[in-house]
């Protein structure tokens, strides 16, 4: 959560930039994405240089990220500077925004993109920057797992009456949907970036586990490093009509959300509709089973700190 910051998910605030995007390509255009830990990784053009290993992250709310030494290599010029916290608000961090004029992703070019520039971690191999949820936002965004592929369409999702279409909010420019344990009903962020099924703390008192909750590892966020516990629900979780049969979560005490990451979407293909806050599920199983994994085991060797889980604050 699993998003600048942290090795677990929480919420990532954003909108102070907006780029501009050349749709003079026909569409829908398409590429392929690279799975490490769950995580979906893609190519990308900045300033016609690269290509360069982007992360896609729908739970970082703002539109890109960029390393000290991308940014350091293709001379981006600062422009003003951006406060980031957590949900812990624990602290908070100045941080510079520098510009691209050009990001191509799967044949699409943004225009005057403006990226935090900050340190990634390297844990799922080499990270040159984040595309965040708000990048997208004049788009179809499909990430179909299964296949592998991200692609960028023009159109609208509508409703389909069988609960695979969902509302989603996004207060911070993250994509939230309503999700059950059982009879209780949760707010859940859909977070590529994220590791897997994560709940808050504050949710344990009203759910029952199989077993106790264990320690499972440390993560680290962008103002305070916590435990992770972790435990098999006695109780089915349901997102839409779709179902994860007594599922393996993480509890982490930092972050007030549940998070619906990396191996928790890897059977399905997400089509995001930011303009109407619609988000179709597809999926060949009802029925899925989650398991603890080596992607969530791994957290506590993060060496850096990853993007997500951040509000971002204009200075001046």
Do not use: W
Request: charged share 15%.
């Amino acid at each position: 959560m699993p998003k600048l910051v942290s090795r677990a998910c929480a919420s990532l605030t954003s909108v102070i930039v907006v780029s501009t995007v050349l749709i003079a390509q026909s569409v829908p255009m398409s590429a392929p994405i690279e799975l490490t830990h769950g995580k979906p990784f893609v190519m990308v053009m900045v300033n016609d240089k690269g290509p360069f290993r982007f992360v896609v992250d729908t739970g970082t709310g703002g539109e890109a990220f960029v390393s000290a030494e991308l940014a350091d290599q293709l001379h981006l010029p600062e422009s003003g500077y951006i406060r980031l916290s957590d949900p812990s608000k624990q602290g908070s961090q100045r941080v510079p925004l520098v510009v691209m004029d050009t990001l191509q992703v799967a044949g699409v070019v943004f225009t005057g993109v403006k990226a935090v520039r900050h340190t990634l971690s390297s844990a799922d191999g080499n990270c040159d920057g984040l595309l965040g949820f708000g990048l997208f936002r004049d788009y179809l965004l499909t990430l179909d797992y299964p296949h592998r592929r991200i692609t960028l369409d023009l159109g609208t999702l509508t409703p389909d009456g069988e609960r695979s279409v969902l509302p989603f909010s996004k207060p911070d420019g993250i994509p939230i949907v309503p999700m059950h344990i059982g009879s209780l009903q949760i707010d859940a962020q859909i977070d590529s970036g994220g590791t897997g099924l994560s709940l808050p703390q504050t949710l344990v008192p009203r759910l029952k586990f199989i077993s106790d909750p264990e320690a499972f590892g440390r993560a680290q966020s962008l103002s305070t490093r916590f435990e992770i516990k972790a435990a098999r629900l006695a109780s089915d979780v349901h997102l839409g009509n779709y179902t994860f049969a007594t599922p393996f979560v993480e509890i982490n005490s930092a972050f007030p959300l549940a998070n619906f990451g990396g191996s928790a979407m890897q059977n399905f293909t997400f089509t995001f509709d930011q303009k109407h806050g619609l988000v179709r599920l597809e999926s060949t199983q009802r029925t899925l089973r989650l398991s603890a994994t080596p992607t969530q085991v791994r957290m506590e060797q993060a060496p850096s700190l990853r993007p997500p889980d951040i509000s971002l604050v204009p200075i001046g």
